[in-house]
């Protein structure tokens, strides 16, 4: 069974920083473009960031500046460093990715971390 896992949130004051981990785990032959979302309550999911197999990034304007997506292809695994944090950060942030398995191609989501952003 293939999973995304995601690591690092947390309660972190008004300009301060964390670094999401998401990491795939399982069975599979290659893993697509991956996404950063967030949802915050009362609000549509949001993407934040996407980084391609091949490593090219793209941001939402709202994190531009602030936020370096990264991703180790030997780890699996894809990074988000969120500086600069702002209360208007706060969401649940959750990885999205197609897998390719031996029975085909699935649209994995990883389980979500809060980040909270308060002083």
């Known amino acids: 069974q293939v999973q995304l896992v995601e690591s690092g949130g947390g309660l972190v004051q008004p300009g301060g920083s964390l670094r999401l981990s998401c990491v795939a785990s399982?069975?599979?032959?290659?893993?697509?473009?991956t996404g950063w979302y967030r949802q915050a309550p009362g609000k549509q999911r949001e993407l934040v960031a996407s980084?391609?197999?091949?490593?090219?990034?793209n941001y939402a304007d709202s994190v531009k500046g602030r936020f370096t997506g990264s991703r180790d292809t030997a780890k699996n695994a894809v990074y988000l460093q969120m500086n600069s944090l702002e209360p208007e950060d706060t969401a649940v942030y959750s990885c999205?990715?197609?897998?390719?398995?031996?029975?085909?191609?699935?649209?994995?989501w990883g389980q979500g971390t809060q980040v909270t952003v308060s002083s």
């Open positions: 399982g069975s599979f032959r290659s893993i697509g473009a």
């Open positions: 999205n990715a197609p897998i390719e398995t031996t029975s085909g191609w699935y649209n994995s």
């Open positions: 980084i391609s197999s091949a490593g090219r990034i």
